[in-house]
Nanobody, 123 residues
Framework: QVQLVESGGGLVQAGGSLRLSCADS????????MGWFRQAPGKEREFVAS????????WYADSVKGRCTISRDNAKNTVYLQMNSLKPEDTAVYYC????????????????WGQGTQVTVSS
């Protein structure tokens, strides 16, 4: 069973960087495709990035491509989202998610979710 806990959110100025982490306390982390989503106030949750179980494949939303990097360390049961050149429009609650599918970019692809971590980018 997957149990996801995000960390690393916070307040940062525009142009700054943050690295989000998501740790899984379960025992089958390496079996899952992992993803990051975000939800801004008043908006629907949207896809940010995802990564296959073996790190061979990664997928990104156009809005973050070139600024964000998703990675994972299966030995640590952790997935990361490195975010650079942050913009005020990146302000949102960021969620980690897991799926047994080989890939995923839709909210409905993912069956397990963390509680989220707040990222606020000031202008």
């Amino acid at each position: 069973q997957v149990q996801l806990v995000e960390s690393g959110g916070g307040l940062v100025q525009a142009g700054g960087s943050l690295r989000l982490s998501c740790a899984d306390s379960g025992r089958t982390f390496e079996s899952y495709t992992m993803g990051w989503f975000r939800q801004a106030p008043g908006k629907e949750r949207e896809f940010v990035a995802s990564i296959s179980w073996n790190e061979v494949n990664t997928w990104y939303a156009d809005s973050v491509k070139g600024r964000c990097t998703i990675s994972r360390d299966n030995a640590k049961n952790t997935v990361y989202l490195q975010m650079n050149s942050l913009k005020p429009e990146d302000t949102a609650v960021y969620y980690c998610a897991a799926t047994v599918q080989r890939s995923g970019s839709r909210e409905t692809d993912f069956s397990s979710w963390g509680q989220g971590t707040q990222v606020t980018v000031s202008s």
